[in-house]
């Protein structure tokens, strides 16, 4: 195995909004790309996710308006320098890409007895995570781009796709070709918050012990 | 970017338990594994994760003495034919492998206007997921395994690693060289759960509509 190449992957991807092309993600490219996503590893197996792959520009379309709205509701919240960053900073490329593909959580997958949750209720939301994850870096794998919508209230998305009342909306995923993936995050590159080195979050032994230099 | 090397790791991740060696991590190895962790994607760039390091055998020791009988506590909600497929299953690595990587979650990183969490309060809950799901394929690519143990209690971790109170513990991985990765996992190796085809979880622009043939 090519280490190198692995993380070159983890290294070029980025959370995608301005640099989407539009163009459609080839059948036998999304096959694999959801394949990789559902050989995440999950709580007692129990694979609690699922994904709802929306093309159709209506449907499309009233999710952006949503964003939009939550978009505001976010800036109205920020002091006058932090909306002056904001205001620069796209955060959907819901109709530049052509394909959503939004991620759910089933908690009654597996169920009742799902090995490993019993103490944790959470673990099942963490499993699709990390489905998320594998996705994304598959996506980056194949030279595609991502973008994670997170300005929305779950309600608004579970009403637009019927998705049942017990199962949770965790991400709407802006998936297509685009034209460059950026060097640097769009937050960074704007000016909203700069990345952190490594040694700042290692610990040793108990929280709050530095690392061994 | 060779994509079948990426789709290699993918496919050959495993949630380890019993084929640790006890080798140690060496230092560059262990620094590159955590820097693809610490290279996932995160909510308004907060990065708000912290990886805890242990090592010594004392803490190891306890952690699994509560993690066994956590495993009591499941085994007792279970009916007969799960607890004797259950009493197969090795459920933790602790003492096995040489390194517990524990992961947390600190609400308050890049606050209080945590861009794209306004609306999704635990969004910075999945960022910190997306952080071990890069840590454990990174491990992977290495040649090394990771074994996410879930029978514990948050409380009792916090308490172990002096983690403060408004920080989360969300994973104790354990890292370490392996004997082999299992081409299956323990839990359908010993009639636990099968994994499932992926066309079962794929919906078309609704929820519950199939996807097309």
């Known amino acids: 195995m090519d280490v190198t190449s692995f993380y070159d992957v983890v ?3 980025r959370d995608v ?3 989407f092309t539009g163009g459609v993600v080839p059948t036998d490219v999304l096959h694999r790309i959801l394949g990789a996503a559902h050989t995440a590893p999950s709580v007692g197996l129990s694979q609690p996710w699922d994904f709802v792959l929306v093309r159709d520009v209506d449907t499309r379309t009233a999710f952006r308006d949503h964003v939009k709205a939550e978009r505001e ?3 109205s919240q920020l002091d006058e320098e932090q909306a002056r960053t904001f205001a620069r900073i796209k955060v959907e490329g819901v109709l530049e890409s052509s394909l959503g593909v939004v991620v759910t959580y089933d908690p009654q997958r597996g169920g009742p007895a799902v090995l490993g949750r019993h103490a944790i ?3 099942g939301l963490y499993s699709v995570c990390l489905a ?6 598959a996506a980056t794998a194949e030279g595609l781009g991502v973008g994670w919508v997170s300005f929305y209230r779950e309600q608004f998305l579970r009403e637009l796709l019927a998705i049942p009342t017990q199962i949770r909306p965790v991400a709407w995923l802006c998936l297509g070709p685009v034209t460059t993936l950026q060097a640097t995050p769009d937050l960074e590159r704007h000016g909203w918050r700069h990345r952190t080195p490594l040694a700042q979050v290692v610990h040793e032994e108990q929280f709050g012990r530095p690392p061994h230099p």
Chains 1, 2 share one sequence.
């Open 11 to 13: 290294h070029r991807r």
């Open 17 to 19: 909004r301005g640099e």
């Open 73 to 75: 509701n976010f800036a």
């Open 121 to 123: 209720d959470d673990a």
């Open 132 to 137: 998320i994850g594998n996705l994304w870096l």
